[in-house]
């Protein structure tokens, strides 16, 4: 599957901003791309591509994150730095490995929709 990550909106105030592409895999989702982040911005313009193996895969999950570069900031159990969601949304695989998905995130507190332009 190709994806373009295009941009985001809605965001109130500067963040460091990135996205990671998963993948369904019996009943867990594999992390396959991140995004580079994109900093100090309210409206992030990544215009990355990837091709996404989906291996029998059904859905792509789309993720936003804060990067958390202050280590007190917010911690796993562990005690290692953990990033921030900021929003989420997901495409189904329409059964072409060849499909061609084009994203751009518009945030609205708590959700993101993204679009999807089917192709090649």
């Not at 995004?35 to 059904?58: A, C, H, K």
Request: glycine content about 8%.
């Amino acid at each position: 599957m190709h994806v373009i990550v295009h941009s985001a909106t809605g965001f109130k105030q500067s963040s460091n901003l990135y996205c990671t592409l998963e993948v369904d895999s019996f009943g867990y989702f594999v992390n396959k791309a991140k995004t580079r982040v994109y900093r100090d911005t309210t409206e992030p313009n990544w215009n990355e591509e990837f091709e996404i193996e989906l291996e029998g895969s059904q859905t792509l999950r789309i993720l936003c994150y804060e990067k958390c570069y202050n280590k007190m900031k917010m911690t796993k159990e562990d005690g290692e730095s953990a990033d921030k969601l900021m929003g989420k949304g997901q495409v189904q695989n329409g059964g072409s490995t060849r499909e061609r998905v084009e994203c751009s995130l518009f945030l609205n507190p708590g959700h993101v929709k993204s679009t999807r332009q089917k192709g090649m």
